[in-house]
């Protein structure tokens, strides 16, 4: 089984998620956490100093023991002063002999070690929770009197970090819900045109073009559809376009090799034959092999054209006197059909860089349809001019024409316009499409005029 394409990228993401979220909670955490303990020791500092400030201006120590005594007794705040040899003055609690020396013995190393005056105690003592501990000398005069000392409890502080962290969590928990469900939503809306595509191509490569892909949107997948649309579209052509070339072929074949089989057949059967009717039967199954000879050249021209392994052996040529020596090499077939060719040029020495044997071909295939077409006592038109650049070759006869709704199709393979009318079985109809691919291959343009009855104009554009 092959790994799904959504479940990459929800992984992916989960990952992903799983990494950011967690950063953020912790970096939020301990900020906010660190901001807390800066708040209270800040508070600490100052209860101390407020103290401090009232002994110092010399206001009477029991009137400021009254105040600590009435104001902390009520909190969970222990305030207690020490003289310069760390006796107990006064203490805002009832006090146990443990904990006081507990907290003189504390105060007295801090001053001897000079250390800080802030510090969060967490062992020692029975606190469930941490404690704060923090002193503060008197002076006065510039001489030491005592010590205040405060021990607060972090029950406040504890509480709120407990509550922050519960909250962090439950927002990152619900952030990562939300995230994982909308990737695999969204990883399922893309997957599914994607397996919808992969589902139709499979069916195509089996042979099935008929098949619809119902996919429209306009976004890359939309994209892909259309060209995996377009490609079946032309499978389907190109399918049918050899099925329908085949079976052209094998008919345009049967024909003549019936005609030959059953000539010969005559021929072998009959006890004795007379000379006239030998010949006569020769001459039928000569032609029909010349048939089937022209047919299979034609052929392997045209697909040698097409799939474009021709190089064409291009050389400057005079194009009035290749013109002339194609039309000397046709003269027998003209004066058979009694019609005459008669050759134009708008100035001398035209000249064009062609391949003359190939280009040959084209010229021959359009001035045999001429022939062909043309009743007996016609006359053939070549003119042959340059325009802005190129030299534009017109061979005009006029035959029997073409009918206005038949030109486009007439450069198709096997395309003859009425097979009915084409004269003892003329051509196969492959002689136009040759025309076609190599005036293309020259990089030129051939184009047709034509009047039903009255005549045809083929002009090759170089
Ligand atoms: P092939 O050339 O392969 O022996 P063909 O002449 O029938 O056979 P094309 O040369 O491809 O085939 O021509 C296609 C069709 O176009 C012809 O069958 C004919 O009906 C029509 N056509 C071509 N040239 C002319 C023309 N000069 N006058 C009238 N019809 C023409
Ligand atoms: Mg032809």
Redesign the pocket.
Known sequence: MKKKLSNKITFFVLGILVIVISFMVLFTYHTFKNFYKGQLSIEVIEELATFTKLLEEGIDESLVSRLIIEKDTQRDIYILYFNENFNLIFSSHQLEAEKLKNYQKWVAMQVDDGGEQVHYVDTGMDFHIPHVWAYQSVERNGVIEGYFFIDRDTGDFEKAKQQLAILLLSMGLFTLLIGVLLTIYLTKVISKPLITIGKTTREIAKGDFDIQLSISTDDEVGQLAEDIREMTKQLKEFRDSKREFISHISHDLRTPVTYIKGYSAIMRDLPEINEADLRRNLDVIYNESKRIE??VT?LFQLTKLEEGRIVLEKELTDITLWIESIIASRQLMLDHQSITCHVTASSENIKASIDPQRLGQAVI??I???I???PKNGLINIRIREESGRVIIE?E?N????PKE?LPK??QRF????KA??RDR??????????KEIVELHGGQVN?K?TEGE??V?SLSL
Do not use: K, P, Q
């Not at 035959?399 to 073409?402: T, V």
């Not at 395309?415 to 009425?418: A, G, K, S, T, W």
């Open positions: 022209s047919l034609d295939n359009l045999e349809n001429s062909r077409y043309t061979i006869d035959g029997i024409g073409i038949e007439i450069w395309y003859r316009v009425d009318r084409s003329a051509g196969s109809g492959l002689g136009l499409a040759i025309v047709v034509s005549g045809t083929f």
